[in-house]
C-alpha cells in the first residue's frame, strides 16, 4: 500500500461500508464514463470497470496513493440490469425481477498509483424477490426513488415483504464487500 487510500467513487453506500471497516479513506470521484452499451455480463467486464474508474483518477492526485475502484452490477439470466431509465425503467426491472433469483457482482479494484500495479477481486451474492404486484412495485419507486442502483434496488432500504432471501456477503450486495477489501488492502 502506497501514501494515503482513496476511494474512487461518490458512492455513500461504498463510503459507509470502508468507514465502519474503520479503513481511513478520501473520496475522490473517478471521471471514468462507464460503457453501458454491454449487456451480456462477465466478470472480465466489470473487473476492467473497476480498474478504469481507479485508473482515471491517478491524474487528479496531488500525491501516490491507493485507489480503491469498485463496481456493483446486478445479473439476471446473464443480462446486466444496470442503473434505470427514469421510472418506467425502474418499474421494468424490477417487474423483471420479481420471484426470481439474480446474482449481484461487485468488482473491487486496489491500485498503486505510482506503478499502476494492481489487485483485484469479485464477489457474487444471490437475491430471490418475493412476487411483487405493480403496486407494490410503484409503492417502492414512488417512496425510495432508486434511479442511481444498479437493478434498480437497494436491500438495505427494501421494506419487509420484497426480499425472499438472500445469500453471500449482504455488504457487497449493498455497494461492496468490506472483508475482499481489507483482504486486497
Given at each position: 500500500?502506497?501514501?494515503?487510500?482513496?476511494?474512487?467513487?461518490?458512492?455513500?453506500?461504498?463510503?459507509?461500508?470502508?468507514?465502519?471497516?474503520?479503513?481511513?479513506?478520501?473520496?475522490?470521484?473517478?471521471?471514468?464514463?462507464?460503457?453501458?452499451?454491454?449487456?451480456?455480463?462477465?466478470?472480465?467486464?466489470?473487473?476492467?470497470?473497476?480498474?478504469?474508474?481507479?485508473?482515471?483518477?491517478?491524474?487528479?492526485?496531488?500525491?501516490?496513493?491507493?485507489?480503491?475502484?469498485?463496481?456493483?452490477?446486478?445479473?439476471?439470466?446473464?443480462?446486466?440490469?444496470?442503473?434505470?431509465?427514469?421510472?418506467?425503467?425502474?418499474?421494468?426491472?424490477?417487474?423483471?425481477?420479481?420471484?426470481?433469483?439474480?446474482?449481484?457482482?461487485?468488482s473491487i479494484v486496489v491500485m498503486n498509483s505510482q506503478t499502476q500495479e494492481y489487485k483485484k477481486n469479485s464477489t457474487t451474492s444471490y437475491v430471490t424477490f418475493?412476487?411483487?404486484?405493480?403496486?407494490?412495485?410503484?409503492?417502492?419507486?414512488?417512496k425510495f426513488k432508486p434511479f442511481d442502483k444498479a437493478g434498480s434496488y437497494g436491500i438495505q432500504e427494501m421494506p419487509?415483504?420484497?426480499?425472499?432471501?438472500?445469500?453471500?456477503?449482504?455488504?457487497?450486495?449493498?455497494?461492496?464487500?468490506?472483508?475482499?477489501?481489507?483482504?486486497?488492502?
Amino acid at each position: 500500500m502506497v501514501g494515503k487510500i482513496v476511494l474512487a467513487s461518490s458512492s455513500p453506500r461504498r463510503a459507509a461500508i470502508m468507514t465502519k471497516a474503520k479503513v481511513k479513506f478520501e473520496i475522490i470521484p473517478s471521471p471514468y464514463i462507464e460503457d453501458h452499451t454491454t449487456t451480456v455480463f462477465s466478470y472480465e467486464f466489470i473487473e476492467n470497470l473497476a480498474y478504469n474508474k481507479a485508473k482515471a483518477v491517478i491524474p487528479i492526485l496531488k500525491e501516490p496513493a491507493t485507489i480503491v475502484g469498485a463496481d456493483t452490477v446486478v445479473v439476471l439470466d446473464g443480462e446486466i440490469l444496470g442503473k434505470p431509465n427514469g421510472y418506467e425503467g425502474a418499474f421494468e426491472m424490477l417487474k423483471r425481477l420479481s420471484a426470481k433469483t439474480h446474482s449481484v457482482v461487485t468488482s473491487i479494484v486496489v491500485m498503486n498509483s505510482q506503478t499502476q500495479e494492481y489487485k483485484k477481486n469479485s464477489t457474487t451474492s444471490y437475491v430471490t424477490f418475493e412476487n411483487l404486484t405493480d403496486e407494490r412495485i410503484r409503492t417502492y419507486i414512488d417512496k425510495f426513488k432508486p434511479f442511481d442502483k444498479a437493478g434498480s434496488y437497494g436491500i438495505q432500504e427494501m421494506p419487509e415483504g420484497y426480499i425472499k432471501s438472500y445469500t453471500g456477503d449482504l455488504e457487497n450486495i449493498i455497494g461492496m464487500s468490506s472483508k475482499s477489501l481489507l483482504e486486497l488492502l
